[in-house]
C-alpha cells in the first residue's frame, strides 16, 4: 500500500486557499535523491506572496508551499554518499545552483513559489546535491530558519558585503532576515544601526544582539543620524529591506565604498535614487535573490562553530499553520515563525 503523507497546498489564490491536504507519497528514489522526515518548518514573507497570489501567480496545479525545512535522512538513492540515513539535515531552497553565479534556468528551481513544490510536508524527496547537514548547536525548529533568512542575511552581509571588523551596518526592521543580519554582525565584530518604530523591539534589539544604536525609519532625517552616529562617515554595508523610497535614503547613508544589500520590497518596488551620489560615493548596490548550496554549508558551518542561536518568536503546531501565516502577516513577530511538522 502506497503511503499517505499529509502537506499544505496553494493555488496562489489567497490564504483563505491553503489547505491541508492527503496524497500519496512515492515508494521509489531515483539514484541521486534523499527521503527525508520533515520536522520543523520555517516561514518567510515570500510564503505569504506566493499564498496571494503575488510571487509567481495563480499555481494551477496547487503546490506544496513553502521553501524552509529541517529534517531527517530516511533514505537514501543509490549514488548518494554525500548525506546518511539518520542525518540531520537543511536544505538549500535554490537546489540547482550549486555554486558560483546564479544562472536564469537555475532559479526556477527555487522551492515553494513558480510551479515548484515547496517543504511544508510530513515527507519531502530532494536532490541529495540541495541538501547540508545541519549545525550540531540547533534544534530542528533552529535549523529550518537558516535556509532563507539566514542565508539571506549571510549573503548580505559577508557573501557580498564584505563585512569585516570595525565596520558598521544598517540594517532595516526586525524581521527573519534583519535579527539575523544583527547577530552575524556582532559574531563578526561589526558595529550595527538597526531602523524600528517600536520602543519596545528597539529595546530588545540592544539589551540581547548587542545593536549599538537604533533609528526610526518614520522619521525622514534617519540618513543624517546615521551619519552623526558614524563621525561623519556612514555606514559600510546596509541590509536593504524596505527598498521603495528608503532605499535612496539608504545610499545617501553610505559611506565610501558602501554596498548595499538590496532583498525586500516592503515600502514599494520603485524607488528615487540621487545618481550623483551614488557615482562620488562608490556605492555598490546587489540585489540578493537566494545563495547557493555551497554558501548555505559555510554559513551553516559558521553558525556551529559560532554557536549562534537563531531567534524564534514562535512555533506552530502542523494543524495551526492557518494561524501561523497570519500571525506572520500580522508583522508583530521578532524573528522567525516556525511549524513544527512533528516532534523530535
Given at each position: 500500500?502506497?503511503?499517505k503523507?499529509?502537506?499544505?497546498?496553494?493555488?496562489?489564490?489567497?490564504?483563505?486557499?491553503?489547505?491541508?491536504?492527503?496524497?500519496?507519497?512515492?515508494?521509489?528514489?531515483?539514484?541521486?535523491?534523499?527521503?527525508?522526515?520533515?520536522?520543523?518548518?520555517?516561514l518567510?514573507?515570500?510564503?505569504?506572496?506566493?499564498?496571494?497570489?503575488?510571487?509567481g501567480?495563480?499555481?494551477?496545479?496547487?503546490?506544496?508551499?513553502?521553501?524552509?525545512?529541517s529534517?531527517?535522512?530516511?533514505?537514501?538513492?543509490?549514488?548518494?554518499?554525500?548525506?546518511?540515513?539518520?542525518?540531520?539535515?537543511?536544505?538549500?531552497?535554490v537546489?540547482?545552483?550549486?555554486?558560483?553565479?546564479?544562472?536564469?534556468?537555475?532559479?526556477?528551481?527555487?522551492?515553494?513559489?513558480?510551479g515548484?513544490?515547496?517543504?511544508?510536508?510530513?515527507?519531502?524527496?530532494?536532490p541529495?546535491?540541495?541538501?547540508?547537514?545541519?549545525?550540531?548547536?540547533?534544534?530542528?525548529?533552529?535549523?529550518?530558519?537558516l535556509?532563507?533568512a539566514?542565508?539571506?542575511?549571510?549573503?548580505?552581509?559577508?557573501?557580498?558585503?564584505?563585512?569585516?571588523?570595525?565596520?558598521?551596518?544598517?540594517?532595516?526592521?526586525?524581521?527573519?532576515v534583519?535579527?539575523?543580519?544583527a547577530?552575524?554582525?556582532?559574531?563578526?565584530?561589526?558595529?550595527?544601526?538597526q531602523?524600528?518604530s517600536?520602543?519596545?523591539?528597539?529595546?530588545?534589539?540592544?539589551q540581547?544582539?548587542?545593536?549599538?544604536?537604533?533609528?526610526?525609519?518614520?522619521?525622514?532625517?534617519?540618513?543624517?543620524?546615521?551619519?552623526?552616529?558614524?563621525?561623519?562617515?556612514?555606514?559600510?554595508?546596509?541590509?536593504?529591506?524596505?527598498?521603495?523610497?528608503?532605499?535612496?535614503?539608504?545610499?545617501?547613508?553610505?559611506?565610501?565604498?558602501?554596498?548595499?544589500?538590496?532583498?525586500?520590497?516592503?515600502?514599494?518596488?520603485?524607488?528615487?535614487?540621487?545618481?550623483?551620489?551614488?557615482?562620488?560615493?562608490?556605492?555598490?548596490?546587489?540585489?540578493?535573490?537566494?545563495?547557493?548550496?555551497?554558501?548555505?554549508?559555510r554559513?551553516?558551518?559558521?553558525?556551529?562553530?559560532?554557536?549562534?542561536?537563531?531567534?524564534?518568536?514562535?512555533?506552530f503546531?502542523?494543524?495551526?499553520?492557518?494561524a501561523?501565516?497570519?500571525?506572520?502577516?500580522?508583522?508583530?513577530?521578532?524573528?522567525?515563525?516556525?511549524?513544527?511538522?512533528?516532534?523530535?
Amino acid at each position: 500500500m502506497a503511503r499517505k503523507i499529509r502537506c499544505y497546498k496553494t493555488n496562489g489564490e489567497g490564504l483563505a486557499e491553503l489547505c491541508l491536504v492527503q496524497q500519496s507519497g512515492s515508494d521509489s528514489l531515483g539514484s541521486d535523491q534523499v527521503r527525508v522526515a520533515v520536522h520543523a518548518v520555517s516561514l518567510n514573507y515570500r510564503d505569504l506572496l506566493v499564498a496571494r497570489g503575488a510571487y509567481g501567480g495563480p499555481q494551477n496545479p496547487p503546490i506544496i508551499a513553502a521553501s524552509d525545512m529541517s529534517g531527517v535522512v530516511l533514505e537514501v538513492g543509490s549514488d548518494v554518499h554525500s548525506v546518511k540515513v539518520g542525518e540531520h539535515v537543511i536544505n538549500a531552497p535554490v537546489p540547482a545552483w550549486l555554486d558560483g553565479r546564479l544562472q536564469r534556468n537555475w532559479s526556477r528551481t527555487f522551492v515553494g513559489g513558480q510551479g515548484t513544490d515547496g517543504v511544508l510536508a510530513e515527507e519531502v524527496i530532494y536532490p541529495a546535491s540541495g541538501l547540508v547537514s545541519a549545525p550540531g548547536n540547533t534544534s530542528h525548529e533552529q535549523a529550518a530558519t537558516l535556509v532563507v533568512a539566514g542565508l539571506t542575511a549571510w549573503a548580505a552581509l559577508v557573501t557580498h558585503g564584505a563585512a569585516s571588523p570595525g565596520k558598521w551596518a544598517l540594517i532595516h526592521g526586525t524581521g527573519g532576515v534583519a535579527i539575523f543580519a544583527a547577530q552575524l554582525a556582532a559574531m563578526l565584530g561589526v558595529q550595527v544601526i538597526q531602523t524600528t518604530s517600536s520602543s519596545e523591539k528597539s529595546k530588545r534589539l540592544k539589551q540581547t544582539l548587542g545593536v549599538a544604536e537604533t533609528l526610526d525609519y518614520r522619521d525622514k532625517n534617519w540618513p543624517d543620524q546615521v551619519r552623526d552616529l558614524t563621525s561623519g562617515r556612514g555606514v559600510d554595508i546596509v541590509v536593504e529591506l524596505a527598498g521603495g523610497d528608503c532605499l535612496g535614503r539608504s545610499i545617501e547613508a553610505c559611506n565610501y565604498g558602501g554596498r548595499v544589500g538590496v532583498i525586500g520590497v516592503l515600502d514599494g518596488l520603485e524607488s528615487r535614487i540621487n545618481v550623483f551620489s551614488l557615482i562620488m560615493r562608490q556605492v555598490s548596490l546587489r540585489g540578493i535573490y537566494m545563495e547557493s548550496v555551497a554558501e548555505l554549508d559555510r554559513f551553516a558551518r559558521a553558525v556551529e562553530a559560532g554557536k549562534l542561536t537563531p531567534v524564534i518568536d514562535r512555533i506552530f503546531g502542523f494543524d495551526d499553520v492557518m494561524a501561523a501565516y497570519a500571525y506572520l502577516e500580522s508583522q508583530h513577530h521578532f524573528g522567525k515563525v516556525v511549524i513544527r511538522v512533528r516532534d523530535d
